[in-house]
């Protein structure tokens, strides 16, 4: 990869053909297909896109990118209106795709749920076709999901990561078919200045590269490291939105949420004001954090479950906002998983980004925050050392559903 070299001297990775939009992925392709249809549309969309770069392990990413179905575990009672009594639609985040939501998928398949996770447009193929979608697009796609999964259960309910959360809860919104939120690092609020992200425009045109706010390599399989304004300021968009349309309105049905308290990403105290209004009895919050022996205020304390997220033993120095969902043996970002996520050292300090893929024993664990930066290399945790008690806590949860 060429660089160009910054004011600062440091090395600035120039766009290559993936920062670019690829004319397959910005808007949402579902229409009225049947699911399986839409499924395999997206798998050939995602091949056709990959083929095109020349990727390697193309099945292996077709796999992890595309969208999927479950169909719940033998033994469970069938519905009494549709085939089945219950079902979840599971949405990913920004810059990711749908395999950060396989391993809950599974969670809620072995408990009975018939499983549907999408797709959100712009992702799954190349980081450049987030430059030309729109928050409404991904709506797009919650909104087909949730239509084709009321076609086969008596009760609906909703399960997203990070953007997918917000996704999830702007969805239940105006849609009383939903029955219950599952919502995971949610997205309810983000950095102020998302709101100016699209200023490049008047521009960019001149310098392509201030489209982006980061320029990455982007390693992993099966999400994004590079960073489109646009990316954000659609973010922005949807979670002034969703606060709008949240203003008065009080949250009925049940919520479980798990988030980490140090999430630089997403702005944890939007989600434990969230889980304060969330006013069913059966709504529960598990919250990890540095610091077990303080309770947030505003949240009944039989309705939330404080985690210590500090693991001297692992180097682990806190949970993150992409450390919930995906449990340590994951073979990709998991403990021993042959990813590691130190973009932000990228490109200033290679020495420590070189560090945190070298699987040093002095490497740290933990979220990226000013503190924990401070403790020596960081890499950026990417699954939760504490998945098996978060499966228990969400099965407690689904059993004391109404």
């Given at each position: 990869m060429q660089r160009l070299k910054g004011a600062s001297g440091a090395g600035i990775p120039s766009l290559e053909?993936?920062?670019?939009?690829?004319?397959?992925?910005?808007?949402?392709?579902?229409?009225?297909?049947?699911?399986?249809?839409?499924?395999?549309?997206?798998?050939?969309?995602?091949?056709?896109?990959?083929?095109?770069?020349?990727?390697?392990?193309?099945?292996k990413i077709v796999e992890g990118n595309?969208?999927?179905?479950l169909k719940p575990a033998a033994g469970y009672p069938a519905g009494q209106k549709k085939t089945y009594r219950r079902g979840v639609l599971l949405t990913h985040g920004l810059t990711d795709s749908p395999y950060f939501m396989r391993h809950l998928a599974e969670i809620f398949q072995e408990d009975g749920f018939r499983v549907m996770a999408v797709l959100l447009p712009g992702h799954g193929t190349q980081p450049g076709d987030l430059?030309?979608?729109?928050?409404?697009?991904?709506?797009?796609?919650?909104?087909?999901?949730?239509?084709?999964?009321?076609?086969?259960v008596d009760e609906i309910y909703l399960a997203g990561f990070s953007a997918g959360g917000a996704l999830s809860v702007y969805h239940s919104l105006h849609d009383t078919r939903?029955?219950?939120?599952?919502?995971?690092?949610?997205?309810?609020?983000?950095?102020?200045?998302?709101a100016w992200a699209n200023m490049h425009k008047l521009y960019s045109w001149l310098i392509p590269a201030a489209k982006w706010?980061?320029?990455?390599?982007?390693?992993?399989?099966?999400?994004?490291?590079?960073?489109?304004?646009?990316?954000?300021?659609?973010?922005?968009?949807?979670?002034?939105?969703?606060?709008?349309?949240?203003?008065?309105h009080e949250v009925s049905i049940p919520v479980f949420a798990a988030a980490s308290q140090d999430d630089t990403t997403a702005n944890t105290p939007a989600t434990l004001e969230f889980m304060a209004h969330a006013r069913h009895p059966s709504s529960r919050l598990v919250l990890y954090t540095t610091d077990t022996e303080n309770f947030p205020p505003g949240i009944p304390v039989e309705k939330l479950e404080l985690v210590n997220s500090v693991l001297p033993e692992q180097n682990i120095l806190s949970s993150a906002h992409t450390a919930v969902v995906l449990p340590p043996d994951d073979p990709h970002y998991g403990a021993a998983g042959d990813?590691?996520?130190?973009?932000?050292?990228?490109?200033?300090?290679?020495?420590?980004?070189?560090?945190?893929?070298?699987?040093?024993?002095?490497?740290?664990?933990?979220?990226?925050?000013?503190?924990?930066?401070?403790?020596?290399?960081?890499?950026?945790?990417?699954?939760?050392?504490?998945?098996?008690?978060?499966?228990?806590?969400?099965?407690?949860?689904?059993?004391?559903?109404?």
């Open positions: 053909a993936r920062h670019q939009v690829s004319g397959l992925n910005t808007r949402f392709n579902g229409d009225q297909l049947a699911f399986a249809d839409y499924v395999a549309r997206t798998r050939d969309m995602i091949a056709k896109a990959h083929a095109r770069a020349g990727a390697a392990n193309l099945e595309a969208p999927f179905e430059l030309e979608v729109s928050w409404q697009e991904w709506a797009k796609a919650v909104a087909y999901g949730t239509d084709r999964l009321a076609e086969e939903v029955r219950g939120l599952f919502l995971f690092s949610p997205a309810f609020s983000i950095t102020a200045r998302a706010v980061g320029i990455r390599p982007d390693k992993s399989l099966y999400k994004y490291e590079s960073l489109p304004k646009n990316a954000a300021a659609q973010m922005h968009a949807l979670t002034k939105t969703l606060h709008s349309r949240l203003q008065g990813y590691s996520n130190a973009i932000h050292y990228y490109p200033d300090d290679m020495e420590k980004y070189d560090a945190c893929h070298n699987n040093s024993e002095e490497v740290f664990h933990g979220e990226i925050t000013e503190e924990n930066l401070k403790a020596g290399t960081l890499r950026r945790l990417m699954y939760n050392p504490n998945f098996a008690a978060l499966k228990v806590s969400m099965k407690r949860f689904i059993d004391g559903l109404p």
